[in-house]
């Protein structure tokens, strides 16, 4: 089964910034999408960002804009997304989400980003 692999998470100060990695550890998929999802305790599981395979779409929820930038490096196979000015309500653990043309639906573990006020 494929998991894929992010990174980038640990603990920051109000205000502070990471830059969160998802890396695919395969090749050969027809990839449609990249996203970034989020879940704290107690909640639902929240999409913040996504973005298109060939990069032409991006998306950002209204929480997330002005703070957070969504990119892809294609020759790397990797999707990051920069977190700036963050906030205690953006702790959370933050999944990649890859989705093919034909609706098969991958993620990762996880990792964690924990912001202090």
């Known amino acids: 089964q494929l998991t894929l692999v992010e990174s980038?998470?640990?603990?920051?100060?109000?205000?502070?910034s990471?830059?969160?990695s998802c890396v695919s550890p395969e090749d050969g998929l027809n990839i449609f999408a990249v996203g970034w999802f989020r879940q704290a305790p107690g909640r639902e599981r929240e999409g913040i960002s996504?973005?298109?395979?060939?990069?032409e779409m991006s998306y950002y929820?209204?929480?997330m804009k002005g703070r957070f930038t969504i990119s892809r490096d294609k020759a790397?196979?990797?999707v990051y997304?920069?977190?700036?000015?963050?906030?205690p309500d953006d702790t959370a653990n933050y999944y990649c989400n890859l989705q093919t043309s034909d609706y098969?639906?991958?993620?990762?573990?996880?990792?964690?980003?924990?912001?202090s006020s």
């Open 18 to 20: 990471l830059r969160l």
């Open 104 to 115: 098969k639906d991958y993620w990762g573990k996880g990792t964690l980003v924990t912001v």
């Open 8 to 16: 980038g998470g640990g603990s920051v100060q109000f205000g502070g």
């Open 50 to 55: 996504c973005i298109s395979s060939a990069g």
């Open 61 to 63: 929820s209204d929480e």
């Open 81 to 87: 997304v920069q977190m700036n000015s963050l906030k």
């Open 76 to 78: 790397k196979k990797a």
